[in-house]
């Protein structure tokens, strides 16, 4: 595995400390789940000049891109704030599913995990319905 520039690991890093904060979300507990993650962001930074989400799979990563889908913090964090990579969690190191429509994968694998602090985050929540028609258009 190629390793990231410390250009992008920073990046990242300053990333993952603003949306914590700005979000009422932790870092997993385990600290190699928040490393493997982060680099993983920081490679697709190098490669694709955008921090892509490392945990899914991409026909064609490139393509990708040209949607905000899936570029951290990504549309599902944004609008449900559920960050299926486990980088943004409670501190117990769950997601928080409470947001997210009862079909959703997050639902059917965490069922339902409260948000400690609604009160943050969640900026595009107003684009669900929108979010939804893409599922189902554009899985990805
Ligand atoms: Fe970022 Fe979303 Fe991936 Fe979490 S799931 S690491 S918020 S892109």
């Known amino acids: 595995m190629e390793i990231p520039s410390e250009n992008s690991l920073e990046m990242i890093q300053r990333l993952i400390e603003a949306y914590t904060k700005k979000t009422g ?3 997993h507990p385990d ?10 962001l920081a490679r697709n930074k190098d ?3 955008k921090p892509l989400c490392p945990c899914r799979f991409y026909p064609d990563k490139q393509e990708e891109i040209k949607h905000r889908t899936w570029i951290c913090p990504c ?4 609008i449900y704030k559920y ?6 969690v409670r501190k117990d190191g769950l997601p928080i599913t409470e947001h997210l429509p009862e079909d959703h994968e ?3 694998i965490y069922g339902e995990t409260k948000d400690p602090t609604p009160d943050k985050g969640r900026p595009l ?3 669900a319905e929108e979010r ?9």
Not at 31 to 40: D, M, N, S
Not at 83 to 88: K, S
């Open 25 to 27: 979300t932790t870092t």
């Open 31 to 40: 600290p190699e789940v928040t490393e493997a993650v982060k680099l993983g």
């Open 47 to 49: 490669e694709l000049k």
């Open 75 to 78: 549309d599902d964090m944004q």
């Open 83 to 88: 960050c299926h990579c486990l980088l943004f």
């Open 106 to 108: 997050g639902r059917q």
């Open 125 to 127: 929540k107003h684009q």
């Open 132 to 140: 939804e028609r893409e599922r189902r258009e554009r899985p990805s």
